[in-house]
């Protein structure tokens, strides 16, 4: 028959003498009297020093949270940043004498906590505090309360803490019973020197790690859009799930103090793919059973369905992974951004080319080409120091949660040394190649001839990673960040820095002259007309011949409606025409664009890839040329009606006009704004053809300062409609 004890013990394992401890959410029993032998019978606790009550002074407005800059989380438990001291009150049944009287405080994580793994800490008494060690000391006396001061280490593991108060007394241990209200949840903290996380700017904290709003750039690099994302880490329950994040990951407890490993097992767990974390990406434009990507308005929805229903998320796309990563880094303390890379090379053999085919016409083969351009890809970057690489790769990390290519047998990627990257240094963990291939990169344009010898046609060296930016610190702007990636194109640097990445085993084909000679003295480039959705527009293509010689050019215009990344759904529009070009002259010529070409068959993000390819008839050469565009596509209009004020109900209204000349069905609304209103749906059946949708909203703000309304429209025939309002919130 098994007692009790039985119970308690842990299931036997030949390999390890405790199971492994990953989960911050399992605790131990702490006997609340540990005898030191057998008890004498006159023996009463009460007798000695025992502990009424433990303030940990952890509201808003207290010390603790406003020292901490902790005091935005929606939590009622204390919560402090390591490596800096917090203050916690304890009222004994008596005054508290130092010659007889002894305690100490135990802090405890997990389920079988040690003090080898720092998951089980006794914190001392003594006279005075050593920066980055764990210690206390007394600050006040009065009457039966002390008053401590607690240092945590600088190397503290993340997560939620269980304290005890333990007294000593000749018979035994006494300790306090298990109170959730002492909980403490300990942070990276980015003011402490000795954090691995240490950032010394106070504007760059402010936004890397307080600013629970950002901006995500997408459209692509000759259209550059932007749209706001609510990152909401202080929200209500988020810690929680950021932490259970990491439980999913079986993440050991032990390790939960080191960014790097945290950096790198969330950009697995941010994905369904191979562990059923937390986003189900999809990029089929068919979104069943689940919200299109383009429809979220923020992160704190994908994060609190997940950590209530253990399953995916479905959908995200680039930016949703790289948004929900984002509120995970800065709700633990770990600052971070959100980084967009216009025209990203997804190269399917890492060979530092992206190979586009084209057959006898100069059309693009869809069969042969299998790399693709993204318009743009969304990732982040991560600030940390790198004791695990040498001097000088520290700062800026780039994570990516987008599943893209396995790393280590997983859908992950990072973190990945910025400055290794740009210096070609990629030999150093983790995944620097595969970043260093979506940067930089040429795309070849090469033409099977009848008997299977490859011609190459065209090389073009500037397309990829041409733009790489984020949100500027302090303000909505963009900030372009592509000199930390590479050196000037062309420059001696980024030479050397491209045959260093040669040299650590990054693929690149040597492409020898004699098999490339292009058309040198004719060039040709083309425009596309800015345009809005739902109207005509054109695309002109522009020749200029600088020889002495008259050519013809048979030219040939393919239109494709594209996903983001670049891969072509259909082409719809095909045009050739032959171009007379005189010597010494430019010629322009315009193709028209109609409406009722593309209408049909748009996808999300409104997304054109035009391919132009020109034979010069006379000398058999091709020029080659491609281009992303985005139509522009209208916006919500976001207004608030009376006084904004904290605590007071106010009224937000958002209007929307239909642009298109068909009605619009099964239309759905959300909007959101951190500390203003949780996020509301509403669905509307129809919207007919140019009439105006208005929806009113009663909430009660509850955090005064410049808040963000951001709200979202979303149906099949329209998506990325989006609308955004600055709200200064009174105090009450």
Not at 449 to 459: A, D, L, P
Request: charged letters at 25%.
């Amino acid at each position: 028959m098994s007692t009790n004890e039985d119970k308690k013990k842990p299931p036997l394992n030949g390999r390890r003498a405790f199971p492994s401890d990953s989960s911050n959410d399992e605790e131990n029993e702490v006997p609340e009297m540990e005898a030191f032998g057998l008890i004498p019978r006159g023996f009463n606790p009460r007798d000695y020093l025992h502990v009424v009550d433990v303030y940990m002074f952890k509201d808003p407005h207290e010390i603790n949270k406003q020292q901490h800059h902790t005091d935005k989380y929606y939590s009622p438990k204390l919560i402090v940043r390591r490596g800096q001291p917090f203050q916690i009150q304890i009222e004994f049944n008596r005054p508290y004498n130092p010659e007889v009287d002894q305690f100490w405080l135990e802090y405890l994580i997990g389920r079988y906590p040690q003090q080898n793994k720092g998951t089980y800490i006794p914190v001392l008494v003594g006279n005075v505090l050593k920066p980055g060690e764990w210690g206390a000391k007394i600050i006040h006396k009065e009457n039966n309360s002390i008053r401590l001061s607690i240092m945590s280490s600088a190397t503290c593991i993340i997560g939620k803490f269980r304290l005890y108060v333990a007294v000593l007394t000749p018979f035994g241990i006494l300790r306090t019973q298990r109170n959730a209200a002492t909980d403490t949840y300990i942070l990276f903290n980015p003011w402490c020197q000795q954090d691995a996380v240490y950032l010394d700017d106070d504007k760059e904290r402010e936004e890397y790690v307080l600013n629970d709003v950002g901006i995500v750039f997408h459209g692509n690099i000759n259209d550059i859009k932007l749209r706001s994302w609510s990152y909401g880490q202080f929200e209500e329950n988020i810690l929680d799930a950021c932490l259970f994040l990491m439980n999913k990951a079986e993440l050991e407890l032990s390790g939960r103090g080191n960014p790097i490993k945290i950096c790198r097992v969330a950009s697995a767990v941010i994905n369904s793919k191979d562990d059923n974390g937390v986003i189900a990406g999809s990029w089929d434009n068919m979104y069943a059973y689940g919200i299109a990507p383009s429809a979220w308005t923020g992160s704190v929805d994908i994060l609190l369905e997940y950590y209530s229903s253990k399953q995916p998320v479905r959908y995200g796309q680039c930016w949703v992974f790289a948004g929900v990563f984002n509120t995970f880094l800065r709700c633990l303390g770990i600052p971070a951004r959100l980084v967009t890379n216009y025209s990203s090379a997804h190269d399917n053999n890492a060979n530092l080319q992206l190979d586009f085919f084209l057959d006898d016409e100069g059309k693009l083969d869809t069969k042969l080409t299998k790399d693709s351009v993204w318009n743009y890809h969304c990732w982040n970057e991560a600030w940390m120091t790198r004791p695990d690489l040498p001097v000088g790769f520290g700062g800026w990390q780039v994570v990516d949660g987008t599943p893209q290519e396995t790393s280590d047998g997983m859908y992950r990627c990072g973190p990945a040394s910025v400055q290794a990257i740009k210096h070609g240094h990629v030999c150093f963990q983790f995944d620097a190649p595969f970043v260093y291939a979506e940067v930089n990169g040429d795309i070849v344009y090469s033409r099977r001839e009848k008997n299977g010898t490859q011609v190459i046609e065209n090389i073009d060296r500037t397309h990829i990673g041409q733009l790489i930016v984020t949100k500027e610190v302090g303000g909505d702007g963009m900030m372009e960040i592509t000199e930390e990636y590479k050196f000037q194109e062309g420059s001696e640097e980024e030479r050397l820095a491209l045959e260093t990445a040669v040299m650590y085993g990054v693929k690149k084909q040597t492409i020898q002259d004699t098999m490339y000679q292009p058309q040198t003295d004719v060039d040709m480039d083309f425009q596309v007309q800015k345009a809005i959705l739902g109207s005509d527009f054109k695309v002109t293509i522009t020749f200029r011949n600088k020889s002495r010689n008259y050519y013809t050019a048979t030219t040939y215009l393919s239109g494709n409606i594209v996903f983001y990344t670049g891969v072509a759904k259909n082409e719809f529009k095909k045009h050739s025409f032959s171009a007379k070009l005189e010597p010494s002259s430019s010629s322009a010529f315009d193709v028209v664009i109609r409406s009722s070409e593309y209408l049909s068959d748009l996808l999300d993000q409104a997304s054109f890839h035009f391919f132009v390819t020109a034979r010069i008839n006379e000398t058999g050469k091709i020029l080659a040329k491609q281009k992303a565009t985005v139509l522009e596509i209208p916006t919500l209009r976001i207004k608030t009606k009376g006084e904004t004020v904290a605590g007071k109900e106010m009224s937000v209204t958002v209007e929307f006009t239909n642009p298109l000349k068909q009605t619009l069905e099964n239309v759905t609304l959300r909007l959101e704004g951190p500390g203003v209103l949780r996020t509301m749906k509403k669905e509307f059946r129809q919207i007919p053809a140019n009439s105006t949708l208005i929806w009113e909203v009663k909430c009660i703000p509850n955090r005064p300062g410049l808040r963000k309304l951001i709200a979202s429209l979303n149906c099949d025939a329209l998506r990325h409609v989006y609308g955004e309002l600055n709200v200064q919130i009174q105090k009450p």
